[in-house]
């Protein structure tokens, strides 16, 4: 199936179910399709990241972001990704991806997701998002705003304060 596809799809669905707020978690259940499979004949380790790209827009659009992201020429983007892959996904296989928004800064929102097969996760890991608009960088003050979300990020996990040290020094 064609990822546009996929993602018109997503968004259709998203659009009728009920609405969550900031921090609330999701789960879309999923198929694992022949265009999703690597080589070794499971899902692709890129291909989770891409499924990561269509939970956010479910989230977006049930958190009642996307209408007003859209209308200011704002768009999502990904700043990095920590994943830790258990076992593989296998062609035709369901899923369940549960996916949320812990905490965020001054520039990104930190989100778990977990890929769960028949109760056992199959990959775990940490994305951190923001938003960048017309004029760059839109802060998590501004989108806490048109949200109408309080400012103050709950607090930071372990595992997302030890990954943004370790993206530090990476990057030192």
């Keep these: 199936m064609n990822l546009y596809f996929r993602l018109l799809l997503v968004w259709l ?3 009728f179910k009920p609405a969550i707020q900031v921090g609330d978690m999701i789960e879309m259940q999923l198929t694992v399709l022949p ?10 380790n890129g291909r989770y990241m891409t499924i990561i790209d269509l939970a956010l827009v479910e989230y977006m659009t049930r958190a009642g972001f996307m209408q007003p992201a859209l209308k ?13 892959f258990r076992r593989g ?9 549960r996916f949320c928004a812990l905490c965020w800064d001054e520039r990104w929102t930190y989100i778990r997701f977990e890929f769960v ?13 923001g938003i960048v608009g017309p ?5 998590s003050n501004e989108m806490c705003a048109v949200l109408g979300v309080d400012p ?4 930071f996990p372990r595992s997302v304060t030890a990954w943004i040290e370790a993206d530090r020094l990476m990057r030192a």
């Design 13 to 15: 669905r998203a659009c």
């Design 152 to 155: 103050a990020s709950p607090a």
């Design 89 to 97: 996904l296998k062609p035709f296989r369901r899923y369940t991806l």
């Design 35 to 44: 265009n999703d499979l690597d080589l070794n004949g499971h899902m692709n």
């Design 117 to 129: 097969r028949d109760g056992e996760v199959m990959a775990v890991g940490h994305t951190k998002g």
């Design 72 to 84: 200011r020429g704002w768009r999502p983007m990904l700043g990095g990704s920590m994943i830790a």
């Design 135 to 139: 004029f760059g960088v839109v802060g």
